[in-house]
Nanobody, 126 residues
Framework: QVQLVESGGGLVQAGGSLRLSCAAS????????MGWFRQPPGKEREFVAA????????YYADSVKGRFTISRDNAKKMVYLQMNSLKPEDTAVYYC???????????????????WGQGTQVTVSS
């Protein structure tokens, strides 16, 4: 079982940057693709970005492409989301999640992920 803990959220002005971190426990972390999702206030959870187990393949939602970068450090059991040029519509609770299957492809379907963190709040002011 992998446990995930997000950190790095906060309040930032539009145009600013934040780096979210997701710390994982468990020996099998490096075998799984990881994803970042977010849930804006009053809306459903949505896909943000994903990275495969090796870190060589990434996938982004159109809304964040070119502004956000997902990365991972398997030795440290960490996943990161660098968020630049933030917009008020990026305001949400951000979650990291682990793929259900080892060595899987990057994917955006939240039901393909089985372990979730508690989330970290990101608020972007205009």
């Amino acid at each position: 079982q992998v446990q995930l803990v997000e950190s790095g959220g906060g309040l930032v002005q539009a145009g600013g940057s934040l780096r979210l971190s997701c710390a994982a426990s468990g020996r099998t972390f490096s075998s799984y693709a990881m994803g970042w999702f977010r849930q804006p206030p009053g809306k459903e959870r949505e896909f943000v970005a994903a990275i495969d187990w090796s870190g060589t393949s990434t996938y982004y939602a159109d809304s964040v492409k070119g502004r956000f970068t997902i990365s991972r450090d398997n030795a440290k059991k960490m996943v990161y989301l660098q968020m630049n040029s933030l917009k008020p519509e990026d305001t949400a609770v951000y979650y990291c999640a682990k793929d259900r299957s080892p060595y899987g492809l990057v994917k955006s379907d939240q039901y393909a992920y089985d372990n979730w963190g508690q989330g970290t709040q990101v608020t972007v002011s205009s």
